[in-house]
T-cell receptor
């Protein structure tokens, strides 16, 4: 079946622009995670959704970052007034059960954001 | 706060060698540990997942072990091939609290296998 998909795969934004990154999880997956991966680093957690509820946003680096999953499937990560330090790969992952059950997370290919 | 460290940061070996990648974590209260592979410009491919109650998992030429009490895991790759060249990431799923299943990653080991 289809895996996790993300779009766009690449995004170049000028400093100060707003961007929106999309994640399509595997159908039926309840849990959805966003991670940020800076160059040469491992991914770092940003936020977690269980269905449409955002239960953990402790990793969002500033109030310029906003995520939503209004119908419990597709999710959008929005970054307002982008800064150069926002340049990174943004990864989305989904898993079947709600958080608290140690099942495997499946990752999408990521969106590489470059802020110039 | 959980911290994950991977050693070495980079490794270059000739084809055919057996090799070991190391991962350590500071908080032993984990649900599971996962090893991923990441190719340049690509997402993460899960290689092996070890539940906290398990000691090791095997898949083909890969074997991962877990010593939860000492906070260590190793990924053993047998008979390495050039196609194994990639970044290998270790990630742990911490137990308890409100972690909601988020993974804490190490910085990765960049592996190059040359013919």
């Amino acid at each position: 079946g289809a895996g996790v998909s993300q779009s766009p795969r690449y995004k170049v934004a000028k400093r100060g622009q707003d961007v929106a990154l999309r994640c399509d999880p595997i159908s039926g997956h309840v849990s959805l995670f966003w991670y940020q991966q800076a160059l040469g680093q491992g991914p770092e957690f940003l936020t977690y959704f269980q269905n449409e509820a955002q239960l953990d946003k402790s990793g969002l680096p500033s109030d310029r970052f906003f995520a939503e999953r209004p119908e419990g499937s597709v999710s959008t990560l929005k970054i307002q007034r982008t800064q150069q330090e926002d340049s990174a790969v943004y990864l989305c992952a989904s898993s079947v059960p709600p958080g608290g059950i140690p099942y495997e997370q499946y990752f999408g290919p990521g969106t590489r954001l470059t802020v110039t | 706060k959980q911290e994950v460290t991977q050693i070495p940061a980079a490794l270059s070996v000739p084809e055919g060698e057996n090799l070991v990648l190391n991962c350590s974590f500071t908080d032993s209260a984990i649900y599971n540990l996962q090893w991923f592979r990441q190719d340049p410009g690509k997402g993460l491919t899960s290689l092996l997942l070890i539940q906290s109650s398990q000691r090791e998992q095997t898949s083909g030429r890969l074997n991962a072990s877990l010593d939860k009490s000492s906070g260590r895991s190793t990924l053993y790759i047998a008979a390495s091939q050039p196609g194994d060249s990639a970044t290998y990431l270790c990630a742990v799923r911490s137990a308890g609290g409100t972690s909601y299943g988020k993974l804490t990653f190490g910085q990765g080991t960049i592996l190059t296998v040359h013919p």
